[in-house]
């Protein structure tokens, strides 16, 4: 199975789908919860600066310049987390104290947006400042600057966001690819499915589809496929079991009467005997009847060819051809067989003798004087991942089968109407065909030759 | 011919032995694999028709039974099941020709002459065959009919070769299919009829005495006129 398939699958959409809104939900819900505890911070600490301003204003105010000065100095002793930093500077702009030499390049902080500008480092222009600080008057021209360092804050805000972002992205990568394992396990499933299903259709009806061991919605598709096919085999089998009893019990009687009348024929003279003569010939026309019906049952009843013998395809059909070729040179039908190289399949080979015998006495039966018949052996290329095979094709240029007439004319008695009445037969030549074909693991098709019919056989 | 018939079906067993009789053959029916062998042990039979379903031991068995006591009867099979796969297991098991119910009394009877005649004749080493002033040379593969040279196609030399070789009496289509062609299958048409009268043209066009005759029902016969 191809990725695109599974990426491609309504399974997968519907994960991927789920996961980008869920992920997008998680993240407006993060994202709101993240503004609002660094709006908090950055306000917090806005509030400790203008704090700190007015401590100073109160210090200068009871012990002047001096006390300012130590209380600067004693604070430089605290842990660096709260530690801020302070410029005192006199009327002229003349340094008095603090750690901070000269201005530092800062935003005066005031509440308001500012806080939210703040709080938003890493969306839009960044605020390119180091300090957050703001001028206090203390009196005689004296002045003084509190800051402290935003820009720690603000490298922690981002880190937080950066860590926000990528786990989004981790759990909507992990989110697909966990989605694309699903997808493709349930698209494995289907499609086990349906190669059972078309495994089941084409050769063997007996078959049922093997049950998934875990509920789902796949196991219960099976067993409702499986309960189809239980009654449409049950029908088969009801139609086949009724034609089959009718000939098995006809089969008795009728060979004791065909019998009889042939006795009864040693004691009459002509012309009676002449009429019993074509009695005794349809007695025996439907005792082979029944026995081709019979036949096909049994081909199909039973199990597969298992074992066999190796059957050298060439020789076997250089053998079909040679017994025909007569019949075709006498109504001067160009008769050719084309079978290039070495083929080699496992089989009975009475048995796909039959086959091609029963298609070449349809394709001569049906082609008109002068017409062609043609029969080509190829090998043919495995598909859908089955062996390499044989393909054998008998194309004749007779009147063909009408399309809408193909499938019906394996149906055990159904003839096209127009064969009739003008060629001899029971309707039961193709049904064995295709039971041999079928009993030999092959399949086979019918199709336009324009115009004719051809008779498409695979064998493995 | 002197023929055991062990059949368990007291109906067809009874038309097979009076056809058998009628065609001028000694016929002694028993009904079941036990008095077969039981019977087929105290006398001598030129041939032996065995069913293979019947009651109390089927014919299978009885054939071995037979084979292992040394007994070489040629045998013929007769069976209701038209399996391919039965027709092999009879002939590996000792039989030494088969055939499927329902048949005709005239394939029957062509099948038993064979059987006997090639008992008779057990090992056939001759290099030429000939039939009125029909010979064929088996090792040069020349066929000469009143000294004249006669060109034939493989198949038909092996279908004249078959019906020289058992000149004078009745082979039925199926038989010429089984041994000339190698195939056991139910031809749709008579294509035999076809390779027959080709033939046919080859040896008798421009002779007097035709050779090669159709016999109504059954199949050819290969030898001067008889009168039937």
């Known amino acids: ?460 | 011919m002197n023929i055991l018939l062990v059949e368990d079906d007291r109906q067809v067993g009874e038309f097979i032995v009076s056809e058998l009789k009628a065609a001028g053959h000694d016929c002694v029916h028993e009904m079941d694999g036990a008095a077969g062998l039981e019977r087929a042990t105290d006398e001598a039979f030129d041939v032996m028709v065995i069913d293979r379903m019947m009651p109390r031991m089927d014919g299978i068995t009885l054939l071995n039974a037979l084979r292992e006591s040394g007994d070489r009867t040629p045998v013929l099979v007769l069976s209701a099941l038209g399996d391919v796969d039965d027709r092999v297991q009879g002939l590996h098991r000792g039989a030494d020709d088969y055939l499927v119910k329902p048949f005709s009394m005239a394939e029957l009877l062509a099948r038993l002459e064979v059987l006997h005649r090639r008992a008779g004749a057990s090992s056939d080493t001759r290099t030429t065959l000939s039939v009125a002033d029909l010979s064929m040379d088996l090792l040069h593969q020349e066929v000469r009919r009143g000294g004249t040279d006669i060109t034939l196609q493989p198949r038909e030399y092996k279908l004249l070769e078959y019906l020289m070789r058992h000149a004078g009496q009745v082979v039925t289509r199926t038989m010429l299919l089984e041994h000339v062609w190698g195939y056991h299958f139910d031809p749709q048409t008579n294509v035999i009829d076809v390779h027959v009268s080709r033939l046919r043209q080859k040896i008798d066009r421009d002779f007097d005495e035709p050779l090669l005759a159709t016999v109504r029902g059954a199949g050819y016969r290969l030898g001067p006129v008889v009168e039937d």
Request: proline residues 4%; charged residues 25%; glycine residues 8%.
């Open chain 1, 1 to 460: 199975m191809q990725a695109r398939d599974v990426l491609s699958s309504l399974t997968f959409r519907y994960i991927a789908q789920y996961v980008l809104a869920l992920g997008a939900a998680v993240f407006a819900l993060v994202g709101a919860f993240y503004l609002y505890l660094s709006y908090n911070a950055v306000s917090e600490l806005g509030a400790s600066v203008l704090e700190e301003g007015e401590t100073l204003q109160i210090i200068y105010r009871g012990q002047d310049m001096a006390g300012v000065v130590q209380y600067i100095d004693d604070q430089a002793a605290r842990p660096a987390s709260h530690r801020f930093f302070y410029l005192v500077t006199d009327a002229d702009g003349e340094k008095i104290a603090g750690n901070l030499t000269e201005r530092p390049n800062y935003r005066e902080f005031d509440e308001g947006s500012f806080g939210l500008e703040l709080a938003l480092p890493s969306l839009g222009k960044p605020v390119d400042v180091d300090f957050l600080a703001r001028p206090v008057e203390l009196g005689n021209g004296n002045s003084a600057i509190v800051a402290t360092d935003y820009a720690e804050l603000a490298g922690s805000i981002e880190l937080v966001f950066q860590a926000l972002v990528r786990m989004m992205a981790i759990t909507v990568i992990l989110g697909m690819v966990a989605g694309f394992f699903v997808a493709w396990r349930a698209l494995n499933q289907v499609e086990r499915l349906n190669r059972d299903i078309s495994l089941i259709i084409r050769s063997d009806p007996s078959r049922r589809l093997s049950l998934d061991p875990d509920e789902g919605f796949i196991r219960t598709l099976a067993i409702a496929v499986n309960q189809i096919l239980e009654q449409m085999e049950s029908l088969m089998q009801g139609v086949r079991r009724v034609s089959d009893n009718i000939a098995h019990d006809l089969r008795t009687p009728l060979t004791r009467m065909r019998n009889d009348l042939s006795q009864l024929r040693a004691r009459v003279a002509e012309p009676e005997r002449g009429q019993l003569d074509g009695i005794i010939e349809e007695c025996d026309e439907l005792l082979s009847s029944f026995n081709a019906l019979l036949r096909i049952s049994a081909l199909e009843a039973g199990s597969r060819l298992a074992g066999g013998t190796r059957v050298d395809l060439n020789a076997l059909l250089n053998d079909v051809f040679e017994l025909y070729e007569p019949l075709a040179l006498e109504r001067n039908i160009d008769f050719e067989l084309d079978a290039p190289g070495q083929h080699v399949c496992t089989g009975e080979a009475d048995l796909l003798f039959q086959v091609f015998a029963n298609l070449l006495d349809n394709a001569l039966k049906y082609t008109p004087d002068g017409g062609e018949v043609t029969v080509r052996l190829r090998p043919s290329p495995g598909a859908d991942g089955e062996e390499e095979g044989h393909s054998i094709v008998v194309a004749d240029s007779g009147v063909g089968i009408p399309a809408k007439e193909r499938k019906n004319v394996f149906r055990r008695f159904y003839r096209v109407e127009s064969s009739r009445t003008e060629q001899p037969g029971n309707g039961l030549g193709l049904s064995l065909v295709q039971a041999i074909v079928h009993y030999h693991h092959g399949t086979i098709e019918l199709g336009s030759n324009n115009p004719g019919l051809q008779v498409r056989i695979r064998l493995p």
